[in-house]
């Protein structure tokens, strides 16, 4: 990600970070209450493909299901990138605990990724007060099993910022209809054509390859438009 910016999984926002990175064998300290204000009512814990990858078959539900049951959905103002986000909820009970996104099983941690690949963390801001928690962030990491998965979110990461360079001219080229079509595109290839019985990474780099002919297909398809205006 740049520095002083996130990259929200698939929707850039403005966020500048005020905490410094932290060493993985580092130790910090947070409050908590206990109190779940955290999680209830929140619009901002963004879902990543294999996030949704995840409740998908943690309900057992095709991805495009659980999306349009539970989340909210819209296209990033920046990256011109689909942006999903859960639904908030207002009591303290998570129906996806078990399969619980990214941004839930690092909080009150955050991370950056950079287009290299390389992973840091760093502590949010909280304010609610409570019992002092203390942990190393390897540790702390382990705990919510964010190792085992940090390989596949470094891969979305960067598939959102390459594809934000590539779509973000092409909003711009392509005439209303079919600028829909490649959004319509965009949220097959990244989260709804998915199997939730087969592994993530392996469909995540079929659809960017089948992705990548149809946005090609779309760009001929102006071209030829426009030359034939020119006419």
């Given at each position: 990600?740049?520095?002083?910016?996130?990259?929200?999984?698939?929707?850039?926002?403005?966020?500048?970070?005020?905490?410094?990175?932290?060493?993985?064998?580092?130790?910090?300290?947070?409050?908590?209450?206990?109190?779940?204000?955290?999680?209830?009512?929140?619009?901002?814990?963004v879902?990543?493909?294999?996030?949704?990858?995840?409740?998908?078959?943690?309900?057992?539900?095709?991805?495009?299901?659980?999306?349009?049951?539970?989340c909210?959905?819209?296209?990033?103002?920046v990256?011109?990138?689909?942006?999903?986000r859960?639904?908030?909820?207002?009591?303290?009970?998570?129906?996806?605990?078990?399969?619980?996104?990214?941004?839930?099983?690092?909080?009150?941690?955050?991370?950056?990724?950079?287009?290299?690949?390389?992973?840091?963390?760093?502590?949010?801001?909280?304010?609610?007060?409570?019992?002092?928690?203390?942990?190393k962030?390897?540790?702390?990491?382990?705990?919510?099993?964010?190792?085992?998965?940090?390989?596949?979110?470094?891969?979305?990461?960067?598939?959102?910022?390459?594809?934000?360079?590539?779509?973000?001219?092409?909003?711009?080229?392509?005439?209303?209809?079919?600028?829909?079509?490649?959004?319509?595109k965009?949220?097959?290839?990244?989260?709804?054509?998915?199997?939730?019985?087969?592994?993530?990474?392996?469909?995540?780099?079929?659809?960017?390859?089948?992705?990548?002919?149809?946005?090609?297909?779309?760009?001929?398809?102006?071209?030829?438009?426009?030359?034939?205006?020119?006419?």
């Open positions: 990600m740049l520095k002083d910016s996130q990259l929200d999984l698939c929707g850039r926002v403005d966020f500048a970070r005020t905490t410094p990175l932290l060493a993985r064998d580092e130790a910090f300290s947070f409050a908590c209450a206990g109190c779940g204000g955290c999680c209830r009512g929140r619009e901002d814990i879902l990543s493909g294999f996030d949704l990858w995840r409740i998908a078959a943690r309900l057992r539900l095709p991805p495009q299901t659980v999306a349009r049951a539970f909210r959905a819209s296209i990033g103002q990256s011109h990138l689909p942006v999903l859960l639904a908030p909820v207002k009591e303290n009970h998570c129906a996806i605990h078990d399969a619980e996104p990214l941004v839930c099983a690092l909080y009150p941690l955050a991370q950056e990724i950079s287009r290299e690949g390389e992973v840091s963390y760093f502590l949010q801001p909280t304010d609610c007060g409570g019992r002092v928690i203390e942990a962030v390897e540790d702390y990491l382990a705990r919510y099993d964010v190792p085992a998965r940090e390989k596949t979110d470094v891969r979305w990461a960067q598939t959102c910022m390459d594809l934000e360079d590539v779509v973000e001219p092409l909003d711009a080229a392509l005439e209303p209809p079919l600028r829909r079509r490649m959004q319509a965009l949220w097959q290839a990244l989260y709804f054509k998915f199997d939730y019985e087969k592994e993530y990474l392996p469909q995540l780099e079929e659809n960017l390859v089948w992705l990548g002919a149809e946005l090609q297909k779309l760009t001929d398809y102006q071209q030829r438009r426009n030359t034939y205006r020119k006419k």
